[in-house]
């Protein structure tokens, strides 16, 4: 599998939206990541655990995420072997994904703006 990237875009309601927000919080999942793993289940025909029993988290405290790095470097690895470079991409398109979701986050309730006259993004006083 090539580990270049492309961007897939959807348009789904509201509702939907926030319904997959919702279920990728509590699996401890971006929304990318969510779509991408929902995707892949449907195609290969099998389900993820149930979201009301989620297997348990193994975090002393220090990571409350838990393994969630681990886990995604296994399901990297299970489409095949994987050099350091397209796992650091793997990573990297979450954190990015990520960071753009957080973003997205705080221009909805008024925290951030992008201001090209600043250079970037800056914070809303309140």
Same mark, same amino acid.
């Given at each position: 599998?090539?580990?270049?990237?492309? @961007?897939?875009? @959807?348009?789904?309601?509201?509702?939907?939206?926030?319904?997959? +927000? &919702?279920?990728?919080?509590?699996?401890?999942?971006? =929304?990318?990541?969510?779509?991408? @793993?929902?995707? =892949?289940?449907?195609?290969?025909?099998? @389900?993820?655990?149930?979201? %009301? %029993?989620?297997?348990?988290?193994?975090?002393?405290?220090?990571?409350? &995420?838990?393994?969630?790095?681990?886990?995604?470097? +296994?399901?990297?690895?299970?489409?095949?072997?994987?050099?350091?470079?397209?796992?650091?991409? +793997?990573?990297?398109?979450?954190?990015?994904?990520?960071?753009?979701?957080?973003?997205?986050?705080?221009?909805?309730?008024?925290?951030?703006?992008?201001?090209?006259?600043?250079?970037?993004?800056?914070?809303?006083? +309140?």
């Amino acid at each position: 599998m090539s580990s270049e990237r492309r @961007t897939v875009k @959807t348009y789904v309601p509201a509702a939907q939206k926030h319904e997959w +927000e &919702r279920h990728a919080e509590e699996l401890g999942m971006s =929304q990318s990541e969510f779509v991408k @793993t929902m995707v =892949q289940a449907g195609r290969r025909g099998f @389900t993820l655990q149930d979201p %009301n %029993n989620p297997p348990k988290a193994s975090s002393d405290g220090s990571n409350p &995420r838990g393994n969630v790095l681990e886990e995604r470097i +296994e399901r990297a690895l299970a489409e095949g072997p994987r050099s350091w470079d397209d796992l650091i991409d +793997e990573v990297r398109g979450d954190l990015e994904d990520r960071l753009d979701s957080a973003l997205d986050a705080l221009q909805d309730r008024n925290r951030v703006r992008y201001s090209g006259r600043d250079g970037g993004y800056v914070l809303i006083d +309140e």
